[in-house]
Every structure is written in structure tokens, then in C-alpha cells.
């Protein structure tokens, strides 16, 4: 079974930074497209940003030159670098690996981050 621990989420004033962090206990870390989602009360989950194992990233157009998503394979962590934040950013945010090579997905149970104007 698939194990997760998010941490650094929280409250903060609008223009301010935030850093998640997403320890997996998963094996073969480097092989999994590792991502964050975020869901907003009485929306739907969308996705924030990925990272692949060699590192190329991904980001939502609303993130794009505020957030940066990052992985230490060594330590089988993801992380995500939140930068002038936004009261719109508020949500629960879901650590997510992907295996492309069998689509197993899991999910972490989600930290979150409220944005205050």
C-alpha cells in the first residue's frame, strides 16, 4: 500500500509563498509522473503541476511564473514552491503519482492551503 505524508500548508496573506512537500513510500519513485492537484470548495479537482522522473514540469496556465514544482528521487519527495499567492488559490491540495507504464494512480490525502485577500 501506497503511503503518502504532505506537509506545509496553511494560511497565509495574499502575496505570500507557501512550500508543500509529498514523501512517498512508493517503489521505483523515479518511474512515476509525480504531480499536485488542487479542489476548491464546489469545484472540480484540477491540476496544478507535474514533474517527471528526469524532470521535465507541467503547469496549470493560472500557476504558470508563481508556482515551481520540484523532486528529490533520492528522498522519493515532491515539492511544490508557492509564490504570490492568491486568495483563488485557496483549496485542498492532493499529492498524485502516476506510472505510465501500467496508469496506476494514487493520491495523497490532500493539505490545505487557505489564501486570505
Known amino acids: 500500500q501506497v503511503q503518502f505524508v504532505e506537509s506545509g500548508g496553511g494560511l497565509v496573506q495574499a502575496g505570500g509563498s507557501l512550500r508543500l512537500s509529498c514523501a512517498a513510500s512508493?517503489?521505483?519513485?523515479?518511474?512515476?509522473?509525480m504531480g499536485w492537484y488542487r479542489q476548491a470548495p464546489g469545484k472540480q479537482r484540477e491540476l496544478v503541476a507535474q514533474?517527471?522522473?528526469?524532470?521535465?514540469?507541467n503547469y496549470a496556465d493560472s500557476v504558470k511564473g508563481r508556482f515551481t514544482i520540484s523532486r528529490d528521487n533520492a528522498k522519493n519527495t515532491v515539492y511544490l514552491q508557492m509564490n504570490s499567492l492568491k486568495p483563488e488559490d485557496t483549496a485542498v491540495y492532493y499529492c498524485?503519482?502516476?506510472?505510465?507504464?501500467?496508469?496506476?494512480?494514487?493520491w495523497g490525502q490532500g493539505t490545505q492551503v487557505t489564501v486570505s485577500s
Open positions: 514533474v517527471t522522473g528526469s524532470g521535465s514540469t
Open positions: 498524485n503519482a502516476l506510472r505510465l507504464a501500467t496508469s496506476d494512480a494514487y
Open positions: 512508493l517503489r521505483f519513485f523515479s518511474t512515476h509522473v
